[in-house]
């Protein structure tokens, strides 16, 4: 949790006693945002819940509850427009959850007999928003603004109580000016959405258990318009079907901090009950790293709390544009005492400083003073040492992709003044020089792969080789594909589910028959005879989303199962229910809902989101799933988009070390695995589908590629999951540059690649308009999947397979996307692979 604010209200001078309690997010604490990313839980601790778990007594609840009622009002009003739309219109019903959201009514005005101060003289004002997957976020009242009612509420509570905590109960950005310009709010904290368990935590922080020690990792900008692509995002210039990158490499602190835009909280922010200072005690550097020696000192003298470092490296300018800084590498402190230190290594890798040359198609460092800069967030950092590259030196050569298919003109900061501060100039002048020497530095060319070659079809066999054979070692992986027909191998490349979905079909994002609500399967037609089990998907971030309860036969086969979408749970009343035998049993599965993505991201602690992983991948060994559609690691490009807190950071820095971390945290378990996701430039949500993406190669490497790349060679994810939009001008589950190329070639990646559900289209209902085919650009194909190196598509249709063995034999013209037999056992090579990397037991 970030303190923004805080005038020394923070902790509370009382551990316990009466409290006064206000907001739409007093009981109504969001967890988590909607959509695939929502968790069935045993319980969700509220912010009411959690104070008085503490020992506090809540004074304020006839208005609470009067709150409440309000909302539940208007929540029937809209349940009814659903039903009505989802018997005329079946399952497309269910996505006006995603594309039509419910918001809040603006909550009931704070009358005079509401104001408690009789009671006490403390008052917190919970603030929440939700958001999530299917529609961006709107420049409204109850979303990106304050609500009028909730404006006049604070300026009252402000006058009435000696103490006004304000908690941002919120997973994105949300406009500040009118909050900051209330006098007598004391404190702002940044809860955001910490999960079922986040009542309790905040407690902790307000009550001073616990020191916030959060650090932003998005930029919060004054005015919405401050953004550089204010009027162009998403829906605000009008355009769904094509989006331009035109900002380039200028995104989040790179923008506010290259053309000097004053934001309202930089990046890397976050105040603590006590102080730090930082010093750097020694720096040195090889062609491989540069290592900073970083002292954290407490320098509070009454509360214990952990400090943060972060690097930011300037590099010179040269014929590429450079933006001001970039954050590099950071650590965080243990526990410290008043007057206590630590010591900490913080090593940058020397290829990281490199920029992308699009005609050279090469990663290049060009020569000149690279600036290393130590603070505490990105407006606090303080040139420590000047490091000198005599030439130019190419570290990657690659060869150019992802062509853009338009012309566009990106932001340039020619001209431009960045931020500055006073002392900068005498700091760069007096810094320690240190050379790095061009020869040491490693230099890497990328070898492509070739069109892979056909494995030939044995002869039918009276008793079929199975995987199980290739595990012991008694035949290869080659032999095995080489008994399989097109059929089999169409069939492992496609997911289990056939048919498109109706009416009465499974539910979109839950089409698992393994496990209760998971979101989709791989095929189980080769369990039989070849020894090949099926993998399990489900939904993430925020833990895994399954059925939190089903009934089953004695068999085990499941009987009813539903999603009990928090809100919508009448939606399972309207389905078709099947005669329920007496001896029917219940199950449970009830999961873990960790802190959104954004949350744990600004925690600034790897160690501890490895071990949010872990409680994902434990449950996933109990539960028997396999794959874990998480963690989500697009970029914080908009404050708008619908999907942020699902994300880590507008820093692909951030984005790559968090996704790593998390995922080495799930696959500590043998049989669990992340999919990285959505891969790649899925940055809008209103028309996610078929939103073609237009970014120059170089913003598409630095920024939006980078974290994926991190999280690869970091921690090598079982899957990646690609995106429903295109990249200049092609699908991305279509994209052999992306997929193949880059994924493969140049990061190594040796996983399976997946689609997102229904990008072939598949599931119609996906597109709310019900027919993709009245969009600008279309649906991706199956068989362009297979040939980009898409290994799977999801949740899988008979349309689907047939796709891919028309495919097969076919040449340039006669179909989109031509296959030869050679890249379909490709795929279906990758998917036993990844079955025998698991190796869970049938």
């Known amino acids: 949790m970030v303190l923004l604010e805080n005038n020394g209200t923070l902790p509370l001078r009382e551990a316990s006693g009466n409290i006064a309690l206000y907001g739409n997010g007093a009981r109504r604490t969001i967890k988590g945002g909607t959509g695939s990313g929502d968790v069935n839980s045993r319980e969700i601790v509220n912010v009411e819940m959690g104070l008085e778990d503490a020992g506090y007594q809540v004074v304020t609840k006839e208005w609470i509850d009067r709150d409440c009622q309000n909302v539940a009002g208007a929540l029937r009003q809209y349940q009814e427009k659903i039903i009505a739309n989802l018997r005329g219109n079946g399952q497309s019903a269910i996505m006006d959850i995603f594309t039509n959201p419910f918001i809040e009514p603006a909550i009931v005005s704070v009358e005079d007999d509401d104001i408690k101060t009789d009671l006490t003289d403390t008052a917190i004002f919970v603030l929440s928003r939700n958001s999530g997957e299917g529609a961006d976020r709107r420049l409204d009242p109850g979303q990106y603004y304050l609500f009028e009612e909730e404006v006049e509420a604070l300026k009252k509570l402000a006058v009435a ?380 971030p925020a833990g895994l989303r399954l059925s939190s309860s089903f009934k089953a036969d004695t068999k085990g086969n499941v009987l009813t199962s539903g999603m009990a979408i928090p809100g919508f749970e009448f939606l399972e009343t309207l389905a078709p229910k099947p005669e329920i035998p007496a001896d029917a049993i219940d199950y449970y599965q009830y999961t873990t809902a960790i802190p959104i993505a954004t949350l744990l991201a600004q925690t600034w602690d790897l160690h501890l989101i490895e071990e949010a992983g872990d409680i994902v991948g434990e449950e996933m060994e109990e539960l028997g799933v396999d794959l874990w559609l998480a963690p989500g690691m697009n970029i914080h490009r908009s404050p708008l988009c619908g999907r942020n807190f699902e994300y880590y950071s507008e820093d692909p820095l951030i984005t790559g070390k968090c996704a790593a971390a998390d995922t080495l945290g799930v696959q500590r378990h043998k049989s669990a695995g992340t999919t990285i996701k959505h891969f790649a430039f899925n940055n809008q949500e209103d028309n996610r589908n078929h939103v073609n993406s237009h970014v120059s190669e170089r913003a598409a490497r630095e920024i939006y590629l980078r974290g994926f790349q991190i999280a690869v060679e970091t921690a090598h994810p079982c899957s990646i999951m690609t995106s429903y939009n295109l990249i200049n001008g092609e699908h991305t589950a279509n994209s052999y540059d992306l997929l193949t190329a880059i994924a493969r070639d140049e990061w190594g990646f040796d996983g399976i690649i997946m689609t997102d559900w229904g990008t072939t289209g598949s599931m119609g209902q996906l597109d709310p308009s019900g027919n993709s085919s009245e969009r600008k650009y279309g649906d991706s194909y199956a068989s362009g999947c297979v040939k980009a190196g898409n290994d799977l598509t999801m949740p899988g249709s008979q349309e689907d397979v047939d796709d891919i063995l028309n495919a097969l034999g076919k040449k340039e013209g006669e179909v989109p996307y031509p296959l030869t037999l050679a890249e379909l056992q490709r795929a279906a090579g990758n998917m036993l692979k990844l079955i025998l990397r698991m190796d869970r037991p049938m």
């Open 161 to 540: 109580y000696e103490n006004l905590i304000l908690v941002l109960n919120v997973g994105g950005v949300i406009d500040m000016k009118e909050i900051k310009s209330i006098p007598g709010i004391d404190a702002v904290l940044l809860m955001s959405q910490a999960g079922n368990y986040g009542g309790y935590a905040l407690a902790d922080v307000l009550t001073g258990k616990e020191t916030p020690s959060g650090h932003l990792t998005t930029s919060w900008p004054v005015n919405y318009e401050d953004t550089p692509i204010a009027d162009s995002f998403s829906y605000r210039n009008g355009d769904l079907d094509d989006e331009y990158y035109t900002e380039g490499i200028y995104v989040g602190y790179r923008y506010y901090d290259s053309f000097n835009v004053t934001p309202q909280y930089p990046f890397g922010y976050g105040k603590s009950y006590t102080k730090f200072r930082l010093e750097a005690n020694d720096i040195e550097l090889d062609g491989d790293s540069i290592r900073l020696q970083v002292r954290i000192i407490n320098a509070g003298d009454r509360y214990a709390g952990r400090g943060l470092a972060q690097v930011y490296v300037s590099a010179p300018a040269g014929r590429l544009e450079k933006p001001y800084q970039e954050l590099k590498g950071y650590a965080k402190s243990a526990l410290l005492e008043p007057g206590a230190y630590q010591d900490l290594s913080i090593e940058i890798p020397t290829r990281s400083l490199a920029s992308y040359d699009e005609e050279k198609a090469a990663w290049i460092l060009e020569p000149g003073d690279y600036l290393i800069r130590l603070g505490q967030h990105s407006r606090d950092s303080r040139v420590v040492a000047r490091i000198h590259l005599g030439r130019e030196v190419v570290t990657e050569q690659l060869s150019n992709r992802l062509p853009l298919d338009c012309r566009m003109q990106e932001l340039s900061r020619t001209g431009v003044r960045p931020y500055s501060y006073p002392d900068e100039e005498a700091e760069i002048a007096n810094a320690l020089v240190l050379e790095l020497m061009a020869e040491e530095i490693a230099s890497r060319r990328v070898t492509y792969s070739k069109p892979p070659k056909e494995i030939p079809l044995r002869a039918a066999r009276t008793e079929r080789l199975t995987l199980k054979q290739v595990r012991e070692g008694q035949i290869c992986l080659e032999d095995f594909l080489g008994q399989l027909r097109p059929e089999e191998l169409a069939a492992l490349c496609v997911g289990s589910q056939r048919g498109q979905f109706g009416a009465s079909g499974p539910q979109i994002g839950a089409s698992s028959t393994a496990v209760a609500g998971a979101a989709g399967d791989t095929t189980s037609l080769l369990i039989d005879d070849c020894g090949v089990r099926n993998l399990v998907t489900a939904d993430g």
